[in-house]
């Protein structure tokens, strides 16, 4: 299907709905139907601020706003220069020197500088942390210092060497650089208001609705293709089906074994990868809950049988995951032997343990590590442990307000998931070693397990440091931290004119490098 000027201008304006935004957004498409990438998601991002936020649906569009000092490469996790151009490390590995680059301004027509640098990790430090900064410690918690040694030039001092410390400055939370002026403007949030020095800025945001970004015509490197990314907000994957096979939309993200035939059937393409993520079940191990008892959550897992619940659910787009790491992480361990499905076992110690009912809270939406929803998955593991003799009721929410409610509400078990950032192991594992609930949700806490995961962070790369995970990875086994479901292949669809690589190993979509031929 091909749109004529016209009729893209007023689909945009029709589904914007606010005066203000109508205008914005008229500006801003362009007139060729090639110039505008229309991208459907299956979840709305939870905000524009790359400090206060975790979930993939805003890193998916902040990745394309904002820049940090390092990115990694386009098809892997090698790092390399960005806003800063480079760097020196001393020799005890506590001193990292960056030179930055110049000529290059924010959004807002400020420059970006050492003092922008400076202005976002302060913002981040212990004492000044906000709520939502969950990021903050995983980012900068080992920083001491930082000092503006001229205007492009800074000097990041740490408390203890850290090997993943200059792959975490590439990634898209908490280490992006936001402006100064726009922070100082909107009150410390720039959720609504983002303003970086990224290829493309944002014209337009309806909730619920769609978000519009368009070229930052004053960006310092090599300007997009395609002038302006409309992300569609459709919560059904038969509608985002429906509307890539119709032409209306671009590329689609959310799909399952269910589609794909019908995807490719319309003649358009699948992109698939292996993934760098888990899926996985959250005991509530606060006190006062039932599964808080290591006994109860070995029963629970006996309960489930979790490789016919994957080949079930995912079809072969996802493997069963015997450890918390995928295969292909430093530190996976192939001798972990998982909980064996033992029902009978499992209705014992459940009955003597007296758990009869459980609370399960989920969310509704597709998910980068749970292509079906969380309503599907939770759904399954009710009729398991139904099986045994426990009746599961659920609560099903979206995904802002699933978050939320993981930190207000009672609730026995829950699902979530994880997408490495930077392919380091510490950044996949040590979400469950902090006591910071939006990470850790279920707030497990083992400190031989904690204690092994802060001494690998400071070991450098190599098999002792892998060795170390890898004893990290049988604790969380023994103890049943959590219970690893499965590892999500990378999934999207796209129509067949469009060109170049957008998806990239940790699980974003940048666009910056994506072209669409005229149909």
């Known amino acids: 299907m091909k749109f004529s000027a016209s009729k893209v201008v007023l689909a945009a304006s029709m589904a914007l709905g606010l005066a203000a935004s109508i205008g914005a957004a008229d500006a801003a498409m362009s007139r060729a139907p090639q110039d505008n990438l229309f991208y459907a998601t299956s979840t709305?991002?939870?905000?524009?601020?790359?400090?206060l936020v975790d979930d993939n649906d805003s890193g998916n569009v902040n990745c394309n706003i904002y820049e940090s000092l390092l990115q990694f490469q386009d098809d892997n996790t090698e790092i390399e220069p960005c806003l800063a151009e480079s760097w020196t490390i001393s020799d005890d590995g506590l001193v990292y020197t960056f030179k930055l680059r110049q000529g290059v301004?924010?959004?807002d027509g400020t420059p970006f500088n050492a003092q922008a640098v400076?202005?976002?990790?302060?913002?981040?430090?212990?004492?000044?942390?906000v709520p939502k900064m969950s990021y903050a410690p995983l980012v900068f918690g080992d920083v001491v210092s930082s000092e503006v040694l001229d205007d492009y030039t800074i000097r990041i001092t740490l408390k203890k060497p850290s090997t993943p410390f200059l792959r975490n400055m590439a990634m898209c939370f908490a280490a992006p650089i936001a402006s100064p002026t726009a922070l100082q403007k909107y009150n410390n949030n720039l959720m609504e208001n983002p303003v970086g020095t990224g290829p493309y800025k944002l014209v337009a945001w309806d909730r619920g609705q769609q978000l519009i970004l368009t070229t930052n015509e004053d960006y310092w490197g090599e300007k997009p293709a395609i002038q302006n990314v409309i992300y569609r907000?459709?919560?059904e994957t038969s509608a985002r089906v429906v509307a890539l096979n119709n032409g209306e939309v671009d590329i689609i993200n959310g799909i399952d074994a269910n589609v794909i035939d019908q995807i490719k059937n319309a003649g358009n393409l699948i992109f698939q990868d292996e993934g760098n993520n888990v899926n996985y079940m959250v005991y509530n191990c606060r006190d006062g809950y039932i599964t808080s008892d290591r006994e109860v959550r070995r029963a629970l897992a006996q309960a489930i049988n979790v490789p016919e619940l994957v080949k079930s659910l995912y079809k072969g787009y996802a493997d069963y995951a015997t450890t918390f790491f995928p295969t292909f992480m430093a530190g996976y361990d192939e001798t972990i032997?998982?909980?064996a499905y033992d029902p009978e076992a499992a209705k014992q110690t459940l009955e003597q343990k007296g758990v009869k009912e459980l609370k399960i809270l989920t969310y509704s939406n597709a998910r980068y590590y749970n292509t079906v929803g969380g309503q599907v998955l939770a759904e399954a593991i009710q009729g398991y442990l139904a099986q045994v003799g426990v009746k599961a009721t659920i609560d099903v929410y979206d995904w802002a307000t699933f978050k939320s409610k993981l930190l207000t509400d009672a609730w026995d078990l829950s699902f979530i998931g994880w997408v490495g950032d930077n392919g380091d192991p510490d950044n996949f594992i040590n979400i469950l070693a902090v006591d910071d609930p939006i990470s850790n949700q279920g707030l497990w806490l083992n400190q031989e397990f904690i204690d092994l995961i802060n001494k690998a962070v400071a070991l450098p790369d190599g098999p002792e440091r892998a060795e170390v995970y890898k004893q990290a990875e049988r604790v969380l086994n023994e103890d049943v931290g959590v219970l690893p479901i499965s590892h999500a292949q990378t999934l999207a669809a796209y129509r067949p004119n469009i060109k170049g690589k957008f998806t990239h190993p940790i699980g974003l979509n940048f666009f910056v490098n994506v072209t669409k031929e005229a149909e």
Do not use: C
């Open 233 to 235: 907000i459709m919560k």
């Open 105 to 107: 301004v924010f959004h």
């Open 337 to 339: 032997k998982p909980i």
């Open 44 to 51: 709305e991002p939870l905000g524009l601020d790359p400090a």
């Open 118 to 129: 400076k202005f976002n990790i302060d913002r981040q430090m212990p004492e000044n942390l």
